[in-house]
């Protein structure tokens, strides 16, 4: 078996055991500052979906739900914590103030819709909860632009997902592909990482 194949009947069977409640924490997790990608959940979703093991519109019922619940909880860190919450704890998220910077002129630039474009943005979506906590946006209008943007979003990458499964045989024929680029990324990653450590410490032994 290779990495690509593991992993999909891993992260599969981590969403089958814990079901729509998993789906709920996973996004939560996904809109708030959490390194959870929606990418990396809604489509096993779907995997299951086309086994016939959940079912399509109570998939997207409750990762829209779990939408609401982690921009509410970013939103109220943006109100009553803003950019130090960003500042004390993004370094373990991976995030820094240079996102949040993006994402504040962002959120300026296309005002309330922000909500609903920065669904189908990568780090974007992460953050623009925050922003708009800052700027107290209208209650209403926040959850209502969460709601249809996370909304379509999960629909669109649980029906990606059913497609997916629905041609797997095709798609593991070059699963051994996929696998390099994988490894090769995951190693781009980890260099990445070890490269900002350096460049962070030597300031300090400078001093």
């Known amino acids: ?26 996004m939560t997790l996904e809109s708030m500052i959490m390194p959870v990608p929606s990418e990396a959940v809604m489509p ?90 800052v700027g107290r946006m209208n209650m209403k209008k926040f959850i209502l632009y969460t709601i249809v943007g996370a909304g379509l979003w999960n629909a669109f990458l649980t029906w990606l997902g059913y497609r997916l499964k629905e041609n797997w045989e095709t798609i593991r024929q070059y699963t051994e592909i996929v696998d390099i680029i994988l490894i090769i990324g995951i190693i781009a990653v980890i260099v990445w990482f070890f490269i900002r450590l350096r460049r962070k410490k030597l300031p300090s032994q400078d001093n």
């Open 44 to 133: 096993f979703a779907g995997f299951l979906l086309y086994e016939h093991k959940l079912t399509f519109w109570t998939i997207v019922l409750f990762s829209t739900l779990g939408s609401i619940i982690g921009s509410l909880i970013s939103y109220y860190a943006g109100a009553y914590g803003g950019r130090p919450f960003v500042r004390k704890f993004g370094k373990y998220l991976l995030l820094n103030e240079h996102h949040l910077d993006k994402t504040e002129a962002f959120f300026a630039k296309y005002g309330d819709k922000t909500i609903f474009i920065s669904r189908f943005i990568p780090i974007v979506r992460h953050l623009i909860s925050i922003p708009a906590g």
């Open 1 to 26: 078996m290779g990495l690509t194949e593991f992993i999909v009947n891993h992260a599969t069977l981590i969403i089958e055991k814990t079901s729509y409640l998993g789906i709920t924490i996973l």
